[in-house]
């Protein structure tokens, strides 16, 4: 499955809501968001209109890696 080339960084926060992410603070540009669920993770997305593929390619993997899912398993929990 490709990474997906036109999400927005708040449609992202958003939808890992599904996952017990919430924001935890914005500093400019970037929404710090953080999770309980599997432990505790902290991820920084940039609020840009759309996420660089790399960027957005480096989020998506940390996430699977903590929730022990694959990217493509999470981009359909997401659906974006």
């Not at 939808?15 to 914005?26: A, C, D, E, I, N």
């Not at 968001?33 to 993770?41: F, S």
């Not at 997305?45 to 929730?67: D, F, Y």
């Amino acid at each position: 499955m490709k990474i997906p080339r036109d999400v927005l960084g708040a449609e992202l926060v958003k939808s890992l809501k599904v996952l017990g992410y919430r924001t935890v603070r914005q500093r400019g540009s970037h929404i710090s968001i953080a999770t309980e669920m599997d432990g505790p993770n902290k991820e920084v997305i940039p609020n840009h209109s759309p996420i660089k593929t790399g960027t957005l390619s480096a989020i998506l993997k940390s996430i699977s890696t903590h929730h022990g899912m694959s990217v493509e398993e999470l981009l359909r929990k997401l659906d974006i």
